[in-house]
């Protein structure tokens, strides 16, 4: 489960919607116990691809983001991005670039008029989806 406050979720909202036509991304951190996961500091970055269907999270700052996140005494719960046409799930570059199965991959679809937040658990290839509360 994935602890995720409406404001880490308006957030990345936020920041999905200033990036568009394009992906945007972001880390997800704060502390997990068990596999609760409450989701404390959302930290939006650049997407070097500036691309509708692609991300890579620029280098520098998820290096300064990393530090404030140690700094804080929190653990990196996660990543999200958006997909500004296609549907919240990830796309199957998404899940050959997942590397770690204990991160929650998050995703917002802007397709539809009402946004659609999900977040997914990868493993060995496949997706599934993760409980969101608040
Ligand atoms: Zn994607």
């Given at each position: 489960m994935l602890i995720l406050p409406k404001a880490a979720q308006d957030?990345?909202?936020?920041?999905?919607?200033s990036g568009?036509?394009?992906?945007?991304c972001g880390l997800?951190?704060?502390l997990a116990q068990g596999d609760?996961?409450?989701?404390l500091g959302v930290?939006?970055?650049?997407?070097?691809?500036?691309?509708?269907?692609?991300?890579?999270m620029a280098p520098e700052d998820q290096f300064k983001?990393?530090?404030?996140?140690?700094?804080?005494?929190?653990?990196?719960?996660?990543?999200?991005?958006?997909?500004?046409s296609t549907p919240s799930r990830p796309s199957n570059e998404d899940i050959r670039?997942?590397?770690?199965?204990?991160?929650s991959y998050v995703i917002v679809s802007l397709a539809t008029a009402e946004p659609v937040l999900k977040?997914?658990?990868?493993?060995?290839?496949?997706?599934?989806?993760?409980?969101?509360?608040q």
């Open positions: 957030q990345i909202l936020a920041h999905a919607r568009l036509p394009n992906e945007a997800l951190a704060g609760e996961k409450t989701v930290y939006c970055l650049k997407n070097l691809d500036q691309s509708p269907e692609h991300f890579s983001a990393i530090q404030e996140i140690r700094k804080k005494g929190w653990a990196l719960l996660g990543n999200f991005h958006s997909h500004p670039l997942a590397f770690d199965p204990s991160l977040s997914f658990l990868i493993s060995k290839g496949l997706a599934a989806e993760e409980a969101i509360g």
